[in-house]
């Protein structure tokens, strides 16, 4: 990918959910929500402070992250769906 994100922004790309409940229920496509869930694809350098100096983002390339179901606009590079959001709609890193 040839894309790289400006000061606090973060590209994301969603991961799959489930398409079948803890029932057993399968959820058909059109009826599934989009996942809340993503990988971290690049980040920004960071956003600057009021001295000046640049303050570095808290997610990585490779983070899982959930994010606001609205959070983000979506855009397609290579063929990819992503996200791109500032790091402000990222509301944690899953730890494994």
């Known amino acids: 990918m040839k894309f790289r994100p400006l000061h606090d922004r973060v590209v994301v790309k969603r991961v799959d959910s489930e398409?079948?409940?803890a029932?057993?229920?399968i959820?058909?496509?059109t009826?599934?929500?989009k996942p809340q869930e993503g990988e971290v694809v690049a980040v920004g350098p960071g956003?600057?402070?009021d001295d000046?100096?640049?303050i570095a983002l808290d997610v990585k390339k490779g983070d899982r992250v959930l994010f606001g179901k609205?959070?983000?606009t979506e855009v397609k590079v290579d063929g990819v769906e992503l996200l791109i959001m500032k790091e402000s709609d990222?509301?944690?890193v899953i730890e494994k």
């Open 19 to 21: 398409t079948k409940t």
């Open 23 to 25: 029932g057993g229920i």
């Open 27 to 29: 959820i058909p496509d």
């Open 31 to 33: 009826a599934a929500e």
């Open 47 to 49: 956003t600057r402070g």
């Open 52 to 54: 000046n100096e640049l």
């Open 70 to 72: 609205w959070s983000g």
């Open 90 to 92: 990222i509301m944690g």
